[in-house]
């Protein structure tokens, strides 16, 4: 610990002032949990009049939220699912090589993130316009799984860098073939970067609503459920109830995935997008 | 591994086409890129190079519909008043969001760099990385609740006696209005929650960088702590501070939902491109107005990289 010499400890004002800044990030999310347990239903009053677990019931008769969450999930292991194998496949072709035009994919792969996505949202809207193809589900996992490779990308790509090249050829010299090298080394050994990278991409696309609402037409996914709800408030306790839920999905698999990427490595390389 | 290799070794399936790929890696590398390749250039390119295209289009004032000829006038309309208003007051909302995270964000990047240890850092590392991945939706509705006219802050206000100076903040003209969820005020407050952890991270990365040998070579020289900060500290840590805006400015330039959810009935640019696509049916316009902020960030990020911003990210 470089810093620690003499043991010093902060001023108390940048103290305060961090701990301030903390509180600012995760104190808006308590409130939510609060909310959802309030009686008031036609407003956001504070505080709440009286507490109540009636919410939670309600919230699970209604099939409206059960049919989004459904697409929701089903869209997630969709690009899931194409974002590990087009992410892999471009990791292993990117991690020791040096080849023309090599620096270009690499932005190619990380523009559909960095770039506002309101702008992939538009063009494959209208793309999907010119070309006549109706919206459907297909059309948002198109959309999701675009932005979801960089995940997987960043994550294993990291990993095969680590990875000795001399083990590949270890596996040769001992008379494996390239499939069996691929099956026998190559995959335990990226195992749980890809895992990892396919849990922030899962949570990534369970989360997205900005190009959602351009590719899904008719359908809801759950955060368009909640835009539709939170641009319009119809039934504020259901709200909130849905947004507990959320919060308790996209966390669980980012813990799970920090401690996955620091048992594994050390330090975390995971979650930096 | 021992049952892979009871294959006799000539024998086993496969082995002709892996020692055909390995004798080509030019080959091999062409397979494993070939694919994302092709998604990403078709799906992604394809579509962006299509929209860029119809902002030279044009729409016919009559009809509605879109004349497929090239002409510079959808980019000519971007400079009417009204449309170069809300390019005005988007950037000017990037800069101010960009600002304030930074003042923020900065003594919450020096703590985790310069005193958090063990324990301490691990607890705010996560508290920092958490907020980035959860739910950007849920994140926006929590302020909905606490901006509410009936909701915490005016509670809160009344309660320590300063209701007071909320009225007269809400009655500042411009960044003021009938409640906190319908004002500049609170739009911005959100955009600045949303996107600290994007400004705490460089930051903090930057920090980490400085040699302690430096900042002890100036107490040694004899500055008072104050100096070795302003002199020695603040400019290494300002390329992070760059990278950082470079997300806070970009994020806030093309973020639609936020000012949709709290804000006030101008628009940012984001509203309008979605607008112009989707009720207006003004494809080219909402196109050319796609256009502002890449050309924006271009900029940006050619003077961001002046001031050693992507060394820092």
């Known amino acids: 610990m470089r810093y620690e010499v003499g043991g010093r400890s902060a001023p108390r004002t940048l103290t305060a002032a961090a701990v301030g800044g903390l509180l600012f990030l995760h104190l808006p999310l308590a409130l939510i949990l609060l909310y959802a347990f309030s009686t008031e239903d036609s407003s956001y009053q504070f505080p709440p009049p009286g507490l109540t677990l009636r919410w939670f019931g309600v919230a699970w008769g209604r099939q409206d939220i059960w049919d989004a969450l459904g697409l929701s999930l089903r869209v997630a292991a969709c690009s899931t699912s194409i974002a590990m194998l087009l992410g892999s496949l471009a990791a292993a072709a990117m991690a020791k090589t040096r080849f023309f035009g090599r620096e270009s994919i690499s932005l190619l792969i990380i523009l559909p993130i960095a770039l506002p996505g309101i702008l992939t949202g538009i063009s494959l809207r209208s793309a999907f316009n010119l070309a006549e193809i109706p919206f459907s589900t297909a059309t948002i996992v198109l959309g999701h799984a675009t932005f979801c490779v960089v995940m997987v990308y960043n994550n294993v790509v990291a990993r095969f860098r680590r990875m000795p090249s001399s083990w590949i050829e270890a596996s040769m010299d001992l008379g494996a073939d390239g499939f069996q090298t691929l099956r026998y080394v190559i995959l335990p050994n990226i195992a749980s970067a890809l895992l990892v990278g396919g849990m922030l991409a899962f949570a990534l696309s369970f989360d997205e609503v900005i190009v959602t609402t351009f590719t899904a037409g008719q359908q809801s996914t759950l955060p368009i459920w909640m835009l539709t709800e939170l641009v319009r408030p119809h039934q504020r306790p259901i709200t909130n109830v849905v947004a507990v839920f959320v919060i308790a999905v996209t966390f669980a698999p980012l813990v799970f995935a920090q401690l996955l990427t620091r048992r594994a490595e050390g330090a975390g390389e995971g979650g930096v997008r | 591994m021992a049952g892979a290799l009871q294959w006799p070794l000539r024998q086993r399936p496969g082995r002709r086409i892996s020692t055909a790929l390995l004798l080509r890696p030019k080959l091999l590398l062409a397979l494993l890129i070939l694919p994302p390749l092709l998604w990403l250039g ?272």
């Open chain 2, 42 to 313: 078709v799906v992604y390119l394809g579509a962006m190079l299509a929209l860029l295209i119809q902002s030279f289009f044009s729409i016919d004032a009559f009809t509605g519909m879109i004349q497929r000829t090239f002409t510079l006038s959808t980019y000519a309309e971007l400079l009417r008043p009204a449309h170069l208003d809300i390019i005005l007051r988007t950037a000017a909302m990037a800069a101010a969001v960009t600002l304030a995270s930074a003042v923020i964000a900065f003594p919450i990047a020096y703590y985790m760099a310069r005193y958090a240890t063990g324990r301490t850092k691990t607890i705010f590392y996560l508290a920092v990385m958490l907020p980035l991945w959860s739910s950007y939706l849920v994140r926006v509705y929590a302020w909905k609740l606490i901006l509410a006219k009936e909701g915490i802050v005016t509670w809160l206000a009344g309660a320590l006696g300063v209701g007071s100076w909320l009225d007269a903040l809400l009655s500042v003209p411009v960044i003021g209005g009938a409640a906190l969820s319908v004002s500049y005020v609170g739009t911005f407050t959100v955009f600045v929650y949303i996107w600290l952890p994007f400004m705490i991270l460089p930051i903090q990365a930057a920090l980490e960088r400085i040699p302690q040998s430096l900042i002890e070579a100036s107490a040694d020289l004899g500055a008072p702590p104050h100096r070795t900060f302003r002199n020695v500290i603040l400019p290494l840590a300002f390329p992070g501070v760059v990278a950082g805006s470079i997300f806070t400015f970009s994020l806030t330039l093309g973020d639609y939902i936020i000012p949709q959810i709290v804000g006030s009935s101008r628009l940012f640019l984001g509203q309008v491109v979605y607008l112009q696509q989707g009720t207006a049916g003004n494809i080219p316009l909402a196109a050319a107005f796609c256009v502002v902020p890449i050309v924006v960030m271009s900029i940006y990020l050619s003077i961001a990289k002046r001031f050693g911003a992507f060394d820092a990210l």
